[in-house]
């Protein structure tokens, strides 16, 4: 709040004339910082003093001559020549001592500059972001908060890299998040591989080609083959053994054909049709990752598998268009993660005798691979933000069933009253689901409300955190890799 002197010292250099119309020049405002400086302090302004003036013309804050000296005149009312920094009123012709800005302020300071120059609030996970670059003196000025800020902004991203303060980063610093291995699941940066059926025929050729050079492997690793680009290959099976033909290839095995990609080629399904309802011509059949053709254990199927890393399947999830809020994106990335590593490790496969670990349908969750991954980039980069963390029991040993639904009647169902099942601990009561539209179930309605976390997180503010710990009890979010 200004003070009564304050606004009479303001007053004082109206009247005698320091701020008024001035003439049209040439010189444009950034220019005039020292001289609107000289004008109220009665020096010449040391280096910081002339950066700081001159990045609140540069950000718009300042946009007339008269804004830049009322602004300056107010700060020496305060006893102040820059921001936050105190420093005493020098006569005429002396120097100002310069002095590092108050940290606990430029804490406070966070979410009215966030806010100024992003056009809204911050998520905590942004929030804290920033407060900790201060905390650890990565960011020590007012002047370099802003401009870090104004820096992020032109990259349309809203905070940066968690290797922050001399720290590699780690979402398992974020608040109610450990790190932990989790037996059954590997440490790589990416996940552990997963295996997602993709379609499947009754022994029909299925066929595949690459966007680069891929491999035909017999059985676990025996190369058979080095195919290019565009390169088409059919499998089919009869006869009790797998048909390869195609570019140059053609023989017999009864051992399963792996197809793997080259230089990170993208695999195409040509075989298979998955096109998009709104995009014309969109065919969702190109994949990251490898691509199996086997026959059904038990069955006469021929299925096509793709296997990929758990980090580049999320990426192609289906569930979401990747609009809405962060935290919201969050907690659904991870709850689809969890989803997978649990039938991966725990059940060993919705389909043990197609030798996959989920579809990828709705019956488990929606994936449409890579085409659906390059129209929604925005999900890749809210995903790598909670990368690896998942939901597991409340000893943060195993990962649990993380299903969700659509949208519920007004409150969601316990394992029992749906399913008729006591064996999933964390999905035993029934919550409400205040931010429900609907009428009746959309779904199953046990575990988490799609609808009621979206709802949570716009309008409510609650973070991923405590949605995925409101529709699973009792659980726990472990930083797995």
């Not at 820096?151 to 610093?173: E, P």
């Not at 059949?285 to 299925?303: A, H, P, Q, S, T």
């Not at 991870?334 to 349908?361: C, P």
């Not at 006591?422 to 689901?433: A, E, N, T």
Request: proline share 3%; with cysteine; aromatic share 8%.
């Amino acid at each position: 709040m200004i003070k009564v002197k304050q606004l009479i010292l303001v007053g004082i250099i109206i009247a005698s004339g320091l701020i008024g119309t001035r003439p049209a020049s040439a010189v444009t405002l950034v220019d005039r910082v020292n001289e609107a400086f000289r004008l109220v302090y009665g020096r010449n302004p040391e280096a910081n003093e002339n950066s700081y003036w001159a990045n609140r013309v540069i950000s718009g804050e300042k946009t007339d001559w008269s804004a830049l000296v009322g602004a300056m005149s107010y700060q020496k009312a305060q006893g102040l020549s820059i921001g936050t920094t105190k420093t005493s009123v020098q006569p005429s012709g002396s120097k100002a001592v310069a002095k590092t800005d108050n940290k606990q302020q430029m804490i406070k300071d966070v979410l009215p500059l966030f806010i100024k120059i992003f056009g809204n609030n911050p998520s905590n996970a942004e929030k804290a972001w920033w407060r900790k670059r201060i905390s650890c003196n990565e960011i020590k000025t007012e002047k370099a908060l802003i401009s870090s800020m104004q820096f992020h902004k032109q990259k349309k991203v809203r905070m940066g890299r968690d290797t922050i303060c001399g720290q590699a980063g780690s979402s398992a610093t974020a608040v109610g998040v450990t790190a932990k291995t989790v037996a059954g699941l590997s440490n790589h940066p990416m996940g552990d591989q997963v295996r997602i059926g993709i379609y499947g025929t009754n022994g029909s050729a299925i066929s595949v080609t690459s966007s680069g050079g891929y491999q035909v492997r017999e059985g676990g690793s025996k190369v058979l083959g080095t195919l290019g680009k565009d390169d088409v290959i059919q499998v089919s099976w009869s006869d009790n053994k797998y048909h390869v033909r195609g570019s140059g290839v053609s023989f017999d095995t009864t051992n399963k054909i792996r197809l793997v990609p080259l230089d990170q080629a993208v695999m195409e399904i040509k075989s298979y049709s998955d096109p998009s309802a709104t995009i014309p011509g969109k065919n969702y059949n190109k994949f990251r990752g490898i691509i199996e053709i086997r026959k059904c254990d038990g069955c006469g199927e021929l299925w096509a598998i793709n296997e990929l890393r758990t980090e580049y399947y999320l990426r192609g999830l289906a569930e979401t268009s990747g609009e809405g809020p962060e935290e919201y994106l969050k907690a659904l990335s991870i709850a689809a993660r969890t989803y997978v590593l649990y039938h991966k490790s725990v059940t060993g496969g919705r389909s043990v005798n197609k030798g996959y670990d989920i579809g990828k349908t709705a019956d488990d969750q929606l994936y449409r691979g890579y085409e659906y991954e390059i129209i929604t980039p925005r999900m890749a980069s809210v995903f790598n933000k909670v990368k690896g963390i998942i939901v597991t029991d409340g000893e943060g040993d195993t990962p649990v069933s993380t299903v969700y639904f659509s949208d519920s009647d007004g409150r969601t169902r316990s394992a029992k009253e749906a399913w008729n099942t006591d064996r999933f601990p964390h999905l035993q009561k029934s919550v409400s689901d205040p931010h429900h539209i609907a009428s009746s179930c959309r779904g199953h309605c046990v575990g988490m409300s799609a609808q009621g976390a979206y709802g949570f997180a716009n309008k409510d503010g609650w973070s991923y955190q405590k949605i995925l710990k409101y529709f699973y009890q009792g659980v726990k979010l472990v930083k797995a890799y």
